[in-house]
């Protein structure tokens, strides 16, 4: 079996599944921001889904653009029939080890419900405290500092103004080439550096436990800081929380001698007022063309944000993922960089 990444409007329902579970999509969403997509959809050899209609749903739900696969093409047309009956049904089948249960969800801290399991009502050893200890809040409070990754703040320094951006400091370094973060665990070219120019669940695990990915990016020549998306329909509270976000984890990576190029982003001009803090002039910084060429209001956009990107940072050098687009760069030199994901198709049709 080969794991294939096809485009989600791509994917076709199939029209008469007997299973509908609605209901569940905002869970497996949930499951798939929290574990990532760990459980591929299944196709017969026309691209019909045998398995995984609300995985789909919830990857359109989280706006993914492509998701993974495996093409059972060898079974039969019956065989696929009563592979679809048998998925939806295993579920109904299946029990619980209670004492099994209970060591699995010893120390765990997940709140079960976001995923829409309601598991069996298990009493569990409670905690021994000490004397000094009764009463105490840092465990909760050291929780909260992880969740919002304020345990990291002391490695970075922040912009004087209102917006206390993280700053990313000029590394002046260009790499020859770009990998997906997706593939840096498994990729044997060292001597390039790795972009987020993916769907956001796919690199949210950085966000959530950055410290374990130090020695994986100090392999590489550098890192683009992580691309949090900024939809228009996003609350602005939330676009200016994905450029903190950003800022953040490429301090943070840089505070550890890890080279990092930092990643530009905007929305409609408001978000201009802070989407270039923490960057300063004559910087190298990386932008997408990505999503831009076939629409006529995300070009102008893109072309508003470019221009705006220069008046205030005036980039030594621009580094642009995905195709070229006609634009006056004024005098930054422009570097491209070919969008892997449509390589590594063309590669594999060759």
């Known amino acids: 079996m080969e794991l294939e990444f096809l485009k989600t409007d791509s994917l076709i329902p199939y029209e008469n599944n007997p299973r509908h579970n609605d209901s569940a999509v905002r869970f497996v969403a949930n499951s798939i921001k929290e574990f990532g997509f760990q459980v591929p959809i299944v196709i017969d050899k026309n691209g019909v889904i045998i398995a995984g209609h609300t995985r789909l749903k919830a990857a359109k739900l989280l706006r993914m653009t492509e998701i993974p696969c495996i093409r059972a093409a060898a079974l039969s047309d019956d065989q696929v029939k009563a592979f679809r009956i048998a998925d939806n049904s295993v579920s109904e089948v299946s029990t619980w080890d209670d004492a099994l249960l209970k060591l699995e969800l010893e120390g765990l801290d997940f709140d079960f419900s976001d995923f829409g399991l309601k598991l069996p009502d298990i009493k ?8 000094e200890e009764e009463g105490y809040y840092g465990d909760e409070r050291e929780r909260t500092n992880r969740t919002y990754n304020l345990d990291i703040q002391s490695r970075c320094e922040f912009t004087k103004d209102f917006w206390q951006m993280p700053i990313i400091q000029n590394d002046g370094f260009v790499p020859k080439e770009l990998i997906g973060f997706n593939y840096a665990k498994t990729s044997e070219k060292k001597n390039a550096g790795i972009h987020f120019y993916l769907d956001d669940y796919q690199f949210e695990r950085v966000w959530n436990c ?9 392999e590489y020549d550098c890192i683009l800081s992580p691309d949090f998306s900024l939809y228009m329909d996003m609350p602005m509270q939330m676009k200016v929380w994905n450029v903190y976000r950003s800022r953040l984890i490429g301090a943070y990576y840089q505070s550890y001698g890890i080279p990092v190029i930092p990643t530009l982003s905007w929305a409609e001009k408001e978000t201009f007022d802070f989407c270039f803090k923490g960057i300063s002039k004559g910087s190298i910084v990386s932008i997408s063309t990505i999503g831009v060429k076939k629409d006529k209001d995300a070009l ?3 072309k508003n944000g470019v221009k ?3 008046e205030v940072i005036d980039p030594s050098i621009l580094l642009i993922y ?3 687009l006609d634009f006056d760069f004024r005098d930054a030199e422009v570097v491209y960089f070919e969008n892997d994901t449509l390589r590594r198709w063309k590669d594999e049709s060759v």
Do not use: C
């Open 308 to 310: 705006e990107m220069i």
């Open 124 to 131: 569990m050893d409670p905690i021994e405290l000490t004397d």
């Open 322 to 324: 995905g195709g070229k």
């Open 210 to 218: 950055p410290e374990k990915y130090v020695e994986l990016f100090r």
């Open 300 to 302: 102008q956009m893109w």
